[in-house]
Every structure is written in structure tokens, then in C-alpha cells.
């Protein structure tokens, strides 16, 4: 079973930078899509970004161009920098493993996927 514990979230001024890790007990099912998804207070959990097994990426229009989404097979770990962060990108971050075969997004569908860590709080002020 895959543990994923994230980290790096944290309050910002809007413009400001973050990166967020996601780092896994166990890297099963490496070939199938990961991605970092986030849920502000009131509102349904959506993805903001995925890569697939093969390391294609793909992001949601709100963060496409200020976000990206790496990862480090050797070290076990997801990441997501945050560039440009906006007062509206505040929202608890969660990193999801053991999605579909293949990303085939945006849109992400939470249900698609498996294991999912405890979440990070990222907070931009104006």
C-alpha cells in the first residue's frame, strides 16, 4: 500500500513562489498517473495538475504557465512548484497516487484515484 505524506505548504504574499512535495512509502503502480489536487473551504476538491508514467504532464487552465509538476523516481517523490500565486490559489493541497492508466486530463477526477496523502495548507495573501 502507498503512504504519501506531503509537505511545503505555507502562508505567502500574492506573486510569491512555493514547492510542494509528496513524497511515497512505497512507489507502486509507477507507471500510472499522479497528481496534486486542492480543495478550498466550501468548495469541491479539483486537480490542478498530473503526469503520467511516461512524464507528460498536464494542467488545469487556472494554474497552466505559474505550476509545474516533477517528479523524482529515484527519491520517491511528487513535487509541485507554484509560481505566481494568486489570493485565490489558498486551498488545502493533496497529492494523489494511483490514478488511471493514463492522466487524460484536465479535467482530473478525484475517484480515479487511489491513495491520497493528508494535505498542505497553502495560503496567499494579498
Known amino acids: 500500500q502507498v503512504h504519501l505524506v506531503e509537505s511545503g505548504g505555507g502562508s505567502v504574499q500574492a506573486g510569491g513562489s512555493l514547492r510542494l512535495s509528496c513524497t511515497t512509502s512505497a512507489y507502486s503502480h509507477s507507471n500510472d498517473c499522479m497528481g496534486w489536487f486542492r480543495q478550498a473551504p466550501g468548495k469541491e476538491r479539483e486537480g490542478v495538475a498530473a503526469i503520467d508514467g511516461d512524464g507528460t504532464t498536464s494542467y488545469a487552465d487556472s494554474v497552466k504557465g505559474r505550476f509545474s509538476i516533477s517528479q523524482d523516481n529515484t527519491k520517491n517523490t511528487l513535487y509541485l512548484q507554484m509560481n505566481s500565486l494568486k489570493p485565490e490559489d489558498t486551498a488545502m493541497y493533496y497529492c494523489?497516487?494511483?490514478?488511471?492508466?493514463?492522466?487524460?486530463?484536465?479535467?482530473?477526477?478525484?475517484?480515479?484515484?487511489?491513495?491520497w496523502g493528508q494535505g498542505t495548507q497553502v495560503t496567499v495573501s494579498s
Open positions: 494523489a497516487a494511483d490514478g488511471p492508466a493514463y492522466c487524460n486530463g484536465p479535467p482530473y477526477y478525484p475517484n480515479s484515484f487511489l491513495e
